[in-house]
T-cell receptor
Framework: GAVVSQHPSWVICKSGTSVKIECRSL??????MFWYRQFPKQSLMLMAT?????????EQGVEKDKFLINHASLTLSTLTVTSAHPEDSSFYIC????????????FGEGSRLTVL | KNEVEQSPQNLTAQEGEFITINCSYS?????LHWLQQHPGGGIVSLFM???GKKKHGRLIATINIQEKHSSLHITASHPRDSAVYIC???????????FGKGTKLSVKP
């Protein structure tokens, strides 16, 4: 079946540094990718919708200058957490919509970010 | 009130039991997704349905559009089914998901 690869699966960084998380669709083209955030024992929250070749659409309350999203190709979207702070520590997960399979969503394995 | 409500929040079952998890939504949707999240965090999409019923192995998902209700059933449950099951409604122009809070299932041997 379709696979979405997310990397890294976990990262620890110092406060003030930037961290990039990649989301790749391995065997399909994804015109749309979604980035979510999940705090412990809570549900996923949509952060932004990423469309190939255009600017991402951010949900209310999500700082676009802090969470930079780039969707440069049909198989890759990246989320960069800039100037990370401990409150940014969370589980980040992406999903991708198969361009050819309307509505079918595939999820990455997630990336656990810990900011010290 | 959340737009997507799941019940129960927690569920403990004995191996072999038939399990039902319910999901009600109050928004207009294009599709309803059932997801499985394992303790490591990774998510697997189990079903996407917009009407009727789908079956995959021991898993069955149903949806009633008029009642805005969906159920996920697990037959002959097994400890490896232990996970969080999340219902998510897909709507909006880009089909972004609205998530329920999840049901934590624990199947005891």
């Amino acid at each position: 079946g379709a696979v979405v690869s997310q990397h890294p699966s976990w990262v620890i960084c110092k406060s003030g540094t930037s961290v990039k998380i990649e989301c790749r669709s391995l065997d399909f083209q994804a015109t749309t990718m979604f980035w979510y955030r999940q705090f412990p024992k809570q549900s996923l929250m949509l952060m932004a919708t990423s469309n190939e070749g255009s600017k991402a659409t951010y949900e209310q309350g999500v700082e676009k200058d802090k969470f930079l999203i780039n969707h440069a190709s049909l198989t890759l979207s990246t989320l960069t957490v800039t100037s990370a702070h401990p409150e940014d520590s969370s589980f980040y997960i992406c999903s991708a919509r198969d361009r050819l399979a309307l509505g079918e969503l595939f999820f990455g394995e997630g990336s656990r970010l810990t900011v010290l | 009130k959340n737009e997507v409500e799941q019940s129960p929040q927690n569920l403990t079952a004995q191996e072999g039991e038939f399990i039902t998890i319910n999901c009600s939504y109050s928004v207009g949707i294009s599709a309803l997704h059932w997801l499985q999240q394992h303790p490591g965090g990774g998510i697997v999409s189990l079903f996407m349905l917009s009407s009727g019923k789908k079956k995959h192995g021991r898993l069955i998902a149903t949806i009633n559009i008029q009642e805005k209700h969906s159920s996920l059933h697990i037959t002959a449950s097994h400890p490896r089914d232990s996970a969080v099951y999340i219902c998510a409604a897909s709507g909006g122009s880009q089909g972004n998901l609205i998530f329920g809070k999840g049901t934590k299932l624990s199947v005891k041997p």
